[in-house]
């Protein structure tokens, strides 16, 4: 069962519990911060539109083994805030790596799950996404791989994803994992993968 938009709006107004990453103690956050009255208004269906905040390009190798992993060097290519009506030319066949504007805070009882919208698919970018854990905690940063031949530009507050919340059934396992918040890279240093 999907969470509806009336409750999702109460639970970025009245905030949600989640735990702090660095204490452990639980503290009350929006369950989307960052996000204008016109993204709320403008909820279709059960979803909540996230904006393009920055885009990152990954540079050198990766090295993902069981115990130990070593993810690209990232070069920050644009962001919102040193750009805001900033407009990038992404060319057939460029991989980046996009992360909204909008910070996420999940509760323990709740995953999300993301998706890119329709007008970059029928644009040839499809986006690489996931399932957001409980208790994550940050801004969401995905993979894209322009399809197409020809550029598309895209334009920094871009509406990119949309996001949809599902209560859990039981109880689940709070996220504790390294890309807890912003982070987008392991800049190419070793650690270990848990």
């Known amino acids: 069962m999907v969470i509806g938009p009336d409750k999702i709006v109460e639970m970025i107004k009245n905030g949600v519990d989640v735990e702090d990453p660095l204490t452990h103690e639980v503290i009350h956050r929006p369950l989307i911060e960052n996000i204008g009255d016109e993204q709320l208004e403008g909820i279709e269906g059960t979803t909540v539109d996230l904006r393009l905040g920055a885009i990152y390009r990954p540079r050198g190798v ?3 083994m069981r115990d130990v992993r070593i993810t690209p060097e990232v070069e920050k290519v644009m962001d919102i805030e040193s750009d ?3 407009v990038y030319s992404v060319k057939g066949g460029e ?3 996009l992360q909204t504007i909008e910070k996420v805070n999940l509760p323990f009882d709740l995953f999300a799950y993301i998706r890119p919208r329709t007008t970059l698919i029928r644009s040839g970018i499809p986006l690489e996404t996931a399932f957001i854990s409980p ?3 940050g801004k969401l ?3 894209m791989k322009h399809q197409a031949k020809e550029r598309v530009d895209i334009q920094m507050g871009f509406r990119i994803l949309c996001i949809a919340f599902f209560p859990i059934d039981g109880i689940a396992v709070p996220y504790r994992g390294v890309w807890q918040g912003d982070r987008v890279s392991t800049d190419g240093k070793e650690e270990r993968p848990f």
């Open 62 to 64: 990766a090295r993902l």
């Open 84 to 86: 805001p009506d900033g």
């Open 95 to 97: 991989y980046l790596l």
């Open 135 to 137: 208790n994550y905690q």
């Open 141 to 143: 940063t995905v993979g």
